[in-house]
């Protein structure tokens, strides 16, 4: 039996919908862009660089975890489906990691955008998570 849920939780479904859109859509370019183009991203002397390998399945387990999120967040379970989402936007976030490599000064506007928009996404994504546990958990459980 599922439950009818409120209406502030319904339009919020269709901003978390709207949100994974982009997010995916934008994770797609820059994922493949680091993976057919593995090569032109400079290593780091520090940290694990991650192969070529790791770096396309990646993406399919993060965005296994935006899939999850979404079908949680829609059967309202605020809180596994934003542990999920949370998990999901490391998918974005990780590209900050670009960041703490030299040689990204070189990159074409173009990818710099792409990374710019995965991590702003993924930004948004954990955003969402925290306020759908803060302010629509918060209200159902007062409901």
């Known amino acids: 039996m599922t439950r009818e849920l409120p209406p502030a939780h319904r339009r919020a479904v269709r901003v978390l919908t709207l949100l994974l859109g982009v997010a995916v859509a934008v ?15 400079p290593e780091s002397a520090t940290l694990p660089n991650p192969s070529q390998a ?3 399945g990646s993406w399919f387990f993060f965005t296994a ?11 309202g379970e605020v809180r596994r489906a934003a542990l999920c989402l949370a998990v999901y ?3 974005g976030l990780v590209g900050i990691l670009h960041y703490t490599v030299g040689g990204t000064s070189r ?12 991590i702003t996404c ?10 759908s ?5 918060r209200s159902a459980a007062s409901a």
């Open 27 to 41: 994770s797609v370019v820059h994922y493949t862009d680091n993976t057919v183009n593995y090569s032109d991203y």
């Open 54 to 56: 790791v770096v396309l």
């Open 65 to 75: 975890f935006g899939a999850l999120g979404w079908l949680a967040f829609r059967a």
């Open 89 to 91: 936007s490391g998918s």
């Open 107 to 118: 990159f074409p506007w173009w990818r710099h955008a792409h990374i710019a928009s995965d």
């Open 122 to 131: 993924g930004v948004a994504v954990l955003a969402f998570a925290v306020w």
């Open 133 to 137: 546990v803060v302010r629509l958990d």
